[in-house]
């Protein structure tokens, strides 16, 4: 987990029935976080300003060789893009994640992660924070190289597909408080990035924080 990412832990009521106990993270726009996710609970990322984008990561915790794959999860849903009822898949064909909620409903599962390398040759930027960094830097106290960092889910990416097969790259529409809740169907070690991307449409041309909650759930989204 990056330095800047703020913890804490809290019971928190639903309007009606049990308590659910619940993790917080706070992610400043530009920066990433890393935790473990247990089957069974919910992963709520929450747009705290809108138009940001969340890079997602995951590998199984009881084996690094298996981890969250776009590819297999395309093949699956025969799809290009994700939306509510998908299973997500590994690289096994084990489903790892459920969309449970989602109210942008505009995800990408095609874009790669931005990188350094992305930064100096299409923008001419040295130094500029990537989702790449973000995942190496979040990964790295469970002994995840950078290499192996799989293609992420972007969650609230705005990347239309056209009907000559290209697609875009555009300002994502959603709005302060809109959320994605995945169940997680395996543990999981999970990473999400608070895309740093300022130079294109992709955050609104201004990277902002992400929420995450991992919720101990009885079975109903809160």
């Known amino acids: ?35 473990v996710a247990r089957a069974g609970q919910l992963v709520e990322i929450v747009d705290v300003e809108g138009q940001q984008v969340a890079d997602f990561v995951a590998f199984a915790e009881r084996n690094r060789t298996e981890w969250l794959s776009t590819t297999h999860t395309r093949s699956a849903i025969l799809r290009l893009t994700v939306e509510v009822g998908d299973r997500l898949e590994s690289n096994w064909r084990h489903p790892m994640f459920e969309i449970l909620h989602d109210d942008v409903g505009r995800n990408d599962i095609i874009t790669s992660m931005c990188d350094d390398r992305r930064y100096l040759l299409d923008y001419k930027v040295e130094g500029h924070r990537s989702c790449r960094t973000n995942f190496t830097e979040a990964l790295e106290p469970w002994g995840i190289a950078e290499w192996q960092i799989p293609d992420p889910f ?65 079975g109903a989204v809160p």
Do not use: W
Request: aromatic share 6%; charged share 20%; net charge negative.
């Open 1 to 35: 987990m990056s330095e800047e990412a703020k913890v804490r832990d809290q019971s928190v009521a639903a309007e009606s029935g049990p308590y659910l106990e619940r993790q917080e993270i706070l992610v400043p726009g530009g920066h990433g976080t890393a935790f």
């Open 154 to 218: 972007n969650f609230f990416q705005n990347a239309p597909i056209h009907p000559d097969r290209t697609f875009g790259n555009e300002i994502p529409s959603g709005r302060p408080g809109d959320k994605l809740v995945l169940r997680t169907l395996m543990d999981a070690i999970v990473s999400v990035s608070a895309c740093p991307q300022d130079l294109n449409p992709c955050n609104g041309f201004r990277p902002s924080p992400l929420v995450i909650r991992i919720i101990d759930s009885p």
